[in-house]
């Protein structure tokens, strides 16, 4: 109840005050408002400031009226409050001042000086005064009286506090995603990152089978040995294009262009060709030359010194040819060469 008292007496300040004078040739002169409610001295700590407002719009029951109260309370002490307040009394007469008062348990005695003005005549002095009662911790009813520049004004005008609304409680936050799949087998690149062009898009869950030992992209063409190349268990042949001809395992490369990891199998082998692919200069002619089929990588000539993956798939890999095993080996990332080659040992 005392948070409504501070807010009690500031409301019936702003109102006393903007109805306080009557313009007349002797001057103006505070209204009686009769014996003052008794005191309760005991220091008040409820914090009063902030904005109270009429409950109701603009409306004057009567031409001697008052409405569209604003208190607002800006400094408050343990026994005093004070701030600015505005309303509008009949006639259109504007008033503004400040208004201060004593906090006495549930009445608040409360004075208001100010300005009252009216287009068209000159503005004039107030001072009202009168008591607010606290009807609960956010409504205060201000019973009023006083003269205007334009007469005697009174009536009873009920506040309410403004409140802020609690805040938005914050948003559940959002899940992590799941953590992306780990390297397998030793890989130097996760191709579960990378996008495949024109070969087995389910590459990355192939089973690694088989590590890779030597890597050597000479200028007579790319040579790589794995564990599974020659001799028992390495991987079977399969058929090719015409009836005879055979394919063991295809080489692929793996680019980062634009922060984006594409890979391809570009270069097949057959069982015990040594070398194919051509100079390590002219893999972009040679290994992924299509639009069409390797876009973004056509075209990607890979700089001496860049990072570049290498590994090896059972079987035809290029343009989604046959495998009859599903495995693959671990796969390497080298620094990219020069003109005249380079060999890499793992």
């Known amino acids: 109840m005392r948070t409504l008292s501070v807010a009690a007496l500031v409301a019936a300040s702003a109102f006393a005050t903007a109805c306080g004078y009557q313009h007349n040739s002797s001057g103006l ?49 343990a026994t005093s409050i004070a701030g600015n307040f505005s309303t509008v009394c009949a006639g259109n007469l504007t008033i ?46 201000i019973p009023y009286s006083g003269t205007t520049c334009l007469g005697p004004v009174h009536g009873t005008e009920t506040l309410h506090r403004n409140t802020n609304p609690p805040p938005a409680p914050a948003p559940a936050p959002t899940p992590a995603p799941d953590p992306p799949p780990g390297p397998v087998s030793n890989d130097a690149i996760n191709l579960g990152f990378a996008t495949i062009r024109n070969s087995p898009a389910d590459v990355a869950s192939w089973p690694a089978t088989a590590r890779i030992t030597l890597l050597d992209l000479g200028t007579g063409g790319a040579h790589i040995e794995f564990t599974k190349r020659d001799g028992p268990g390495s991987w079977p042949d399969v058929a090719f294009i015409t009836p005879g001809e055979n394919l063991q395992y295809t080489l692929w490369i793996v680019l ?30 040679n290994w992924y030359y299509d639009p069409s089929r390797w876009a973004p990588m056509s075209g990607h000539q890979p700089a001496p010194g860049e990072q570049v993956g290498f590994f090896v798939t059972a079987g035809d890999a290029r343009n989604n040819g046959i495998s009859t095993v599903h495995e693959r080996s671990n796969v390497v990332v080298v620094p990219f060469p020069g003109a005249g080659g380079g060999t890499f040992g793992f």
Do not use: H, K
């Open 96 to 141: 503004s001042g400040t208004a201060a008062g004593q906090l006495n348990g549930n009445t608040v005695p409360i004075t208001a000086t100010g300005t009252a003005s009216l287009p068209g005549i000159p503005s004039c002095s107030f001072s009202v005064s009168g008591t607010g009662t606290i009807v609960d911790p956010d409504t205060l009813m």
């Open 29 to 77: 002169a505070p209204s009686s408002l009769g014996t003052p409610a008794a005191t309760n001295n005991t220091p008040v700590t409820t914090p009063y400031v902030g904005t109270w407002v009429s409950a109701q719009s603009v409306t004057f029951p009567s031409p001697s009226s008052c409405g569209n109260f604003q208190w607002e309370v800006t400094s408050q002490t």
């Open 256 to 285: 980062n262009i634009n922060g984006q990891w594409y890979a391809s199998g570009c270069i097949q082998f057959w069982r015990g060709l040594d070398r194919s692919g051509g100079p390590p200069s002219q893999y972009a002619q």
